[in-house]
């Protein structure tokens, strides 16, 4: 006994309890599985697109998905009836997408650039701490209240103002959901070109203020084109939300799936499409359901894709100045 | 004995918000001559620099009394329009800022915002001109269309120097030009310096005592917010007036 | 080739010109902002101008015939109220003879007015045996017209309210028989096909019940993957992999977790479709991102000095971030949570995916039960025809506005409150 205590004593107890050791195991464990369910989620949305997608694909050809101009996904009644099979064009839902967010993009390129470079260069300090968040709250709004308010205050307004200068406007246009659409996406734009600009060092607004450049010159002449990328980024990152919103598009811009360019016509978008072909029965043998995956799959590589670049060209831009 | 000065500055005082940065300075700056502005870190003399094309505007909290006269008109009365000033008196700074864009739109950028070239040829021309007398020509010629931020430091602070003298200013103040740069490329601004003073009049802030007595004809000594002496660089270096001036170039204060 | 501004005055024409481009180009950011912000007023205001009347609902008093005849004492539950109300109307305006003319009358109260009638007897069995006048819900397009959503004038077809029905509630009014009243049934009952009985309990129950296994899933997971990410790993491909995985998760549209959700979670795991269960999940996935993001800028404002102190007094890495500095990133890593938890309660899309569109009148009791949430019941509200439904929608936007206005309160008080700068 002793001896014993003594040993214990006069060693140094370097290593930890068996028990608190396993812990440590356990609770790392933990993290590296937490950290990897980001990844999992990942694997899991694009399996799970791609499965359900390629049975799609086998009841409808890739290519007539891709070319074919028609879009309509009509279920059939009898297994027997004809044409039963329903037309599955994705152009009109890409064209209606692609208008949509072209006009949100005519709305908020303008305004969250021309915000972003007030808060940076000229807003005082008090007023950027008031502005900056009131912008952030359109981004915070949910974005069924957006649809709401497009679907119901803004279309019929845009109708009747077309209307009364003798233009025809449908009562579900895109330019009610793009022109909505388009505020929401506002402080996106805004506060990730604001980021960027307050990036761009003083030094370059003294070399040009210096010069006798005014500050707006020093601005569009200086500041702008060495933050190019960086606003191209967040552009990106803002046409990548507007393809993406959903509620604003199945509220406000219907389910006509109409190949126009006309901003007053009702368009359809890709995700307007999903949640028609998804809420309400459901078989999953049926093309009309699996085409659903087909444009969720589309519709995740496309933001992807963009996404992806968007992050690319802001960090390297971030990087640029450190 | 001496014609009127270029730039007179009387009784200026600066504040940053309470603290007070200069006190009461005078001087006289004449034309076509190198003025150094030389002091212990913190004295004022970078401030007072500022206050020559009214850089200081930029800073919120700062606050300039008293008066600076350049060719007779004082710079801080309201109908001065501080853009034309600044086209008038220009400025190099501490660290080369060149914009990221090529090297000749870096030149050309004064001449444009200022409206200065009619033709594309003027422009050429100008930009010609200003990379010559900054030394720079021969280096750059080939390659005007390359990023001026690819150039190595000494050659980027000449091509701010050609950028600031390319809308042929009156003035220009520089702030410690040489002290991110390596012996070599400074010997070259130092030597550009004084080919400079012929057409335009320097004012330059330096730390490096060597330097001032090297290009310029004047100096003026700055001591906690006060000049402490301004005269010929020769007697101010050899017969100090001043116990703080003697002490600072000997090396005890500072 | 001189320099044509030897004079620093101002006036000189080209600096006139510079100078206006000057102002112009401030007052465009101006404009932007005061647009931004304008549109965001104007778009409150409007919802809170149509949703405000649904703070009262309309209420109408008639006088019953609740002798035995009618109702048996003895078998309350058995009585039809559905009777004793049209006999109620009936006996109040007589000159209803046509029978069109009686179903427009009928249509004066809701539908739920003969269990109204039930309840208040079974709350208070003396009123039987004799006539008792009570008060029940007169119908929406009653109420629209109380409120004056709905407009007297005009052709009486094009008119949701009839010109009898019109005069039936003048004389109802003239008798002090119809009230408005605070609609306390609004916050206390679930969905309705009927709007004058809609409430958004149901959702709201719904939404709180997602929003649980969403923080339950999401926090948890979201905390320990910050704090591996910030602490544990070290640099290289695979921290980076997990790093761009997060950063573009946060970006991916919402719809296509949806699909996730209906895809792998209905499917393949079978679990229970239109439940909080799958929505809370769905939900968490989302979140993820928000909550890793603000906790690892959170993990990192704890300075180094805090790790070398702890580990130089012999605790292990583990034991220094658990014991050390996590508890110094906390309020971090609950402002990062609340904005994450405000995000999901205002999602609507992926919900729609699965399957919580469903019509839910019973208040959810589990979250495996059928359910919808917050935001979803203002979609189908918002889809409804009825005009009383506008009404609704917009309230329960304001309800929804709200609670996120106060979990982004709360979210600032937390991070001004520990904001240290260390």
């Known amino acids: ?322 | ?254 | 080739m001189t320099n044509p501004t030897t004079s620093f005055l101002k006036g000189q024409k080209h600096l006139n010109r510079r100078h206006n481009a000057e102002q112009r180009f401030q007052w465009m950011g101006r404009i932007a902002i005061a647009l931004s912000l304008i549109f965001l007023a104007f778009m409150i205001t409007s919802i809170i101008w149509q949703g405000k009347g649904a703070v009262s609902t309309t209420k109408v008093m008639l006088a019953f015939d609740l002798s035995a005849q009618m109702v048996d004492p003895e078998n309350i539950k058995g009585a039809s109220y559905e009777k004793i109300v049209k006999s109620a109307l009936r006996s109040q305006f007589p000159n209803a003879k046509k029978r069109k003319q009686k179903k427009a009358l009928y249509a004066l109260v809701s539908s739920d007015a003969g269990f109204q009638l039930r309840d208040q007897i079974l709350a208070n069995p003396a009123l039987l045996g004799a006539e008792q006048t009570l008060w029940v819900s007169a119908s929406d397009d009653v109420d629209m017209l109380m409120k004056g959503h709905i407009s007297r004038a005009g052709a009486q077809s094009d008119r949701r309210v009839n010109d009898d029905q019109i005069g039936w509630i003048d004389t109802l009014s003239d008798e002090d028989a119809i009230k408005r009243v605070f609609n306390i049934g609004f916050f206390t009952s679930g969905d309705s096909r009927e709007p004058e009985l809609a409430g958004i309990l149901s959702a709201l129950v719904g939404s709180a019940l997602s929003l649980l296994v969403c923080f339950a899933l999401s926090f948890p997971i979201g905390i320990l993957a910050a704090i591996y990410l910030e602490e544990f790993a070290k640099k290289n491909r695979w921290s980076d992999l997990i790093e761009i995985n997060i950063n573009n998760l946060a970006a991916v549209p919402s719809i296509v977790f949806g699909l996730l959700g209906l895809s792998i979670f209905l499917n393949v795991f079978g679990l229970p479709r239109s439940s909080p269960l799958v929505g809370g999940m769905v939900l968490a996935l989302m979140t993820l991102p928000t909550i890793i993001i603000a906790a690892r800028a959170s993990l990192r404002a704890v300075p180094p000095s805090i790790r070398e102190a702890a580990l130089g007094m012999g605790a292990s890495p583990v034991q220094t971030t658990f014991h050390h500095v996590a508890p110094l990133a906390l309020p971090g890593f609950l402002t990062g949570t609340i904005v994450g938890m405000a995000q999901a309660l205002g999602e609507t899309a992926p919900l729609l995916m699965i399957g919580m569109v469903a019509f839910i009148v019973d208040i959810p009791s589990s979250i495996l039960e059928p359910a919808t949430a917050l935001p979803v019941q203002i979609f189908l509200w918002a889809d409804s025809p009825e005009r009383a439904f506008l009404e609704k929608t917009s309230a329960a936007i304001i309800v929804l506005l709200i609670f996120l206005v106060l979990m982004n309160i709360i979210a600032i008080t937390l991070r001004k409150k520990y904001e240290t700068r260390f």
């Open chain 2, 1 to 254: 004995m001496q014609k009127t000065p270029l730039i007179s500055a009387k009784d200026v005082d600066v504040f940053y918000a309470k603290k007070q940065a200069l006190d009461k300075i005078t001087l006289d700056i004449p034309e076509h001559k190198v003025t150094s502005l030389i002091g212990p870190s913190g004295c004022g003399k970078t401030t007072f620099l500022r206050c020559i094309n009214r850089m200081n505007d930029l800073v919120d909290i700062c606050r300039v009394a008293g008066e600076i006269k350049i060719m007779g008109q004082d710079i801080y009365a309201p109908e001065v329009d501080v853009v034309a000033l600044r086209a008038n008196v220009g400025m190099v700074f501490q660290k080369p800022n060149p914009f990221p864009k090529s090297i000749f739109d870096n030149v050309a950028y004064g001449p444009k915002i200022h409206g200065l070239a009619k033709t594309k040829g003027d422009m050429e021309e100008m930009v010609e001109w200003s990379l010559r007398k900054a030394g720079l020509w021969e280096e750059v010629k080939d390659r005007l269309a390359e990023t001026g931020t690819g150039l190595s430091g000494g050659q980027q602070q000449r091509l701010c120097i050609a950028r600031a003298i390319a809308v042929k200013p009156k003035v220009i103040l520089m702030d410690e030009p040489c002290s991110a740069l390596d012996p070599i490329a400074t010997a070259i601004i130092e030597e550009l310096i004084d080919e400079l003073r012929k057409k335009f009049t320097i004012i330059i802030v330096t730390h490096s005592m060597q330097q001032a007595a090297r290009v310029s004809q004047r100096t003026a000594f700055f001591h906690m917010g006060i000049l402490v002496e301004s005269g010929a660089t020769k007697s101010l270096f050899t017969a100090p007036q001043d116990e703080r001036t003697q002490n600072y170039i000997t090396g005890r204060i500072g």
């Open chain 1, 1 to 322: 006994m002793a001896s014993e205590d003594i040993t214990q004593e006069n060693s140094f107890n370097i290593t930890l309890g068996n028990r608190s050791k396993l812990m440590e195991h356990i609770v790392k464990l933990a993290m590296v599985l937490s950290a990897l369910v980001a990844v999992a989620v990942t694997i899991g949305i694009v399996l799970s697109l791609m499965f359900e997608a390629l049975e799609f694909f086998k009841k409808i050809p890739f290519s007539e998905f891709l070319f074919s101009i028609e879009w309509s996904p009509q279920t059939a009644l009898r297994t027997d009836q004809v044409a039963a099979e329903g037309k599955f064009g994705v152009i009109p839902l890409f064209t209606g997408t692609l208008l949509i967010s072209a006009i949100a993009m005519c709305v908020a390129t303008p305004l969250g650039l021309a915000s972003a470079v007030f808060l940076a260069e000229y807003a005082s300090k008090r007023t950027r701490d008031w502005v900056k968040p009131m912008l952030e709250i359109l981004a915070g709004i949910p974005t069924v209240v957006y649809g709401f308010f497009a679907a119901l205050t803004v279309a019929p307004f845009i109708r009747m103002t077309g209307n009364n200068m003798g233009l025809e406007v449908s009562s579900e246009s895109a330019l009610a959901a793009g022109l909505v659409m388009g505020i929401m996406i506002i402080p996106l734009i805004s506060s990730l070109s604001d980021d960027v600009i307050n990036a761009v060092p003083q030094a370059m607004r003294d070399a040009s203020l210096g010069m006798g450049a005014t500050h707006s010159e020093t601005v569009k002449k200086v500041i702008l084109p060495a933050t190019l990328p960086g606003i191209a980024g967040s552009l990106l990152l803002a046409a990548s939300r507007a393809i993406g919103e959903t509620m604003i598009v199945v509220m406000a811009a219907g389910l006509a799936a109409n190949l126009t360019a006309n901003p007053l016509e009702a368009v359809t978008t890709i995700t307007a499409q999903i949640v028609a072909l998804l809420t309400g029965d459901q078989e999953f043998d049926s093309a009309k359901t699996l085409s659903a995956f087909a444009l969720g799959l589309m519709l995740f590589i496309v933001t992807l894709v963009l996404n992806y670049i968007s992050l690319r060209i802001v960090k390297k831009y971030r990087e640029q100045y450190d």
